[in-house]
């Protein structure tokens, strides 16, 4: 199915792979759409293990990802959290946009992610040493990382860390056209587009349009809507609500989309 392919962008997919026959852990770091769960699938689809994807948020506790001890019918039994089943199964466990959890809540992670590679579960009187097969990836967005929300460092220096940025423009519009089925010549356009916003994006403060927002619009496009009704509702409106800025962005977008309607 086409629809989960992965279009690498360097050297990451290699450096994934290693990282994992080495059972060191790995960070992903990059904007918002740029293929980070993307290249997780993918990667658990090539080695073969199964992904656990926790999205992390602030009142995440350590019980949520290891367990607690839960009442079922009159009995009190401790019941695994995903992080631990993750462990046990051998998988590959994902923290997602892992800056939003609590420092304490991570705490559970350092001695999984040292040379112990070890789970324990003070709670259950439990210690789970992770199969060779257990791969723990996090990932985050800096461009969302605030003081008061940033990893520290004896977090972030346990991991491989895998800067991503959205692919170069020809590889960019082939990703689009395989998702959506446009034709090539229309996800150009709609990549065109993209690449002005970015280029202009200093002068803004925004997060620049994604590869998804990209996807999203060649999805309407595949559906009949025009070149300019799909940037405007999902790449253009996405980005600010500052009308100012909408006004001067639809320029970018009707210079690079214009002629969108007679030749496609
Ligand atoms: N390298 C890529 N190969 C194939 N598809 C991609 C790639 N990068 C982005 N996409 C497309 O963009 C969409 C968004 O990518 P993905 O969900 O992996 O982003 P993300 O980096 O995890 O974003 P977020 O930080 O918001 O979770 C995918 O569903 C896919 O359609
Ligand atoms: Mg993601």
Excluded at 9 to 30: D, I, S
Excluded at 81 to 98: F, S
Aim: proline share 5%; with cysteine; net charge negative.
């Amino acid at each position: 199915m086409t629809a989960k392919t992965y279009f690498s962008n360097g050297n990451e997919v290699r450096l994934f792979e290693q990282a994992y026959r080495q059972r060191l852990p790995v960070m992903l770091t990059g904007p918002t759409g740029c293929g980070k769960t993307r290249l997780v699938e993918h990667m658990g689809a090539l080695l073969g293990r199964p992904v656990v994807t926790i999205s992390c948020h602030d009142d995440l506790t350590s019980a949520d990802l290891v367990g607690r001890f839960m009442v079922t019918g009159g009995d009190v039994v401790w019941t695994d959290g995903p992080l631990t089943r993750a462990v046990k199964e051998g998988a590959i466990c994902y923290l997602d946009e892992v800056v939003e959890a609590r420092h304490d809540s991570l705490a559970v992670l350092h001695s999984l992610t040292d040379h112990r590679r070890t789970l324990y579960l003070d709670r259950a009187g439990e210690v789970v040493v992770a199969p060779d097969t257990f791969m723990l990836v996090c990932s985050y967005n800096p461009a969302y990382r605030s003081s008061l929300k940033d990893l520290k460092p004896s977090f972030r220096q346990r991991f491989v860390t895998l800067p991503m940025s959205y692919l170069p423009p020809d590889r960019e519009a082939e990703v689009i056209a395989a998702e959506t089925g446009i034709a090539i010549h229309v996800a150009h356009r709609l990549v065109n587009c993209a690449v002005a916003i970015r280029t202009a994006d200093a002068a803004f403060h925004f997060e620049p349009p994604s590869t998804r927002v990209l996807v999203t619009a060649g999805h309407l496009i595949a559906a009949g809507a025009s070149e300019l009704d799909a940037a405007e509702a999902c790449i253009l409106a996405p980005l600010s609500s500052d009308g100012a800025i909408t006004d001067g962005l639809r320029e970018i977008a009707v210079a690079t989309l214009a002629g969108a309607d007679t030749s496609s």
